[in-house]
């Protein structure tokens, strides 16, 4: 830019660079499936489709995993409500890139001795993740991340636990029935225990050994080689000396459990 040109007659934020038209359109064909919106009710949202669909992809989820099984109810069932939450997923320039619904439970209502027993996880703390990453500097391998979709619906439950059906989506068939739960579901008190068992579990089932100072810091040795798995609930970083514990690991992650690379 010449020098006698002042940037404060430049229309719009110049870090942002610049906007061509094709990535305009873009934006606007995107914009046209996503709700710019977080409504607080389902009672407001029900006749729009962008929620609906968002709903729907939660419900598919908990299928996929097979979180529950309808029952009937019965006068003895100590029934936990469920809500809807809704969020919209913003990308780095503050634009709505996905509206996100969560069938949540009313863990409020939940019973102690009944409703659950143990609810403490172990959490990683900020010291263990630089620690880690002192480690790879020092060692000089990379650290990848990965993230578990919806990572409290593979905890496996230990109590009997029932929820009411989700608004809105009641079975037509029988809408005065529950759920009984088979797997946790967000907003349960032992929810992050159970998706914590779950995940250690498979990981010691695969030759990893748990740290004994970091309940979340799980390491695999095989000759003059190791993986370093650092668990955060639901982001996994890790470091590796060699490529193939690298694909051994992503491999036997994605056979269990659907998720994606973060890079």
Known sequence: MPRNLSLDNVIGQVQKGVSTRSALNQFCEHMAFVSQSEP???AGILEDSS???AMHE????????EVWTLVPKTSGMNVIGTKWVFKNNLDEHGVIVRNKARLVTKGYNQEEGIDYG????PVARLEAVSLLLAYASMNKFKLHQIDVKSPFL????DEEVYVSQPQGFEDH???NH???LKKALYGLKQAPRQWYERLSSFLLSHSYERGKKNKTLFIKKTCSDIILVQVYVDDIIFGFT???LCKQFVAAMQGEFEMSMMG
């Not at 939660?58 to 995993?65: D, G, I, M, S, V």
């Not at 593979?154 to 439950?157: A, R, V």
């Open 40 to 42: 607080k009710t389902v």
């Open 51 to 53: 929620w609906i669909t």
């Open 58 to 65: 939660e419900l598919n989820q908990c299928a996929r995993n």
């Open 118 to 121: 143990e609810t403490y996880a």
């Open 154 to 157: 593979n905890g496996y439950m």
């Open 173 to 175: 068939k029988h809408p």
């Open 178 to 180: 529950v759920f009984k």
């Open 242 to 244: 060699n490529e193939n």
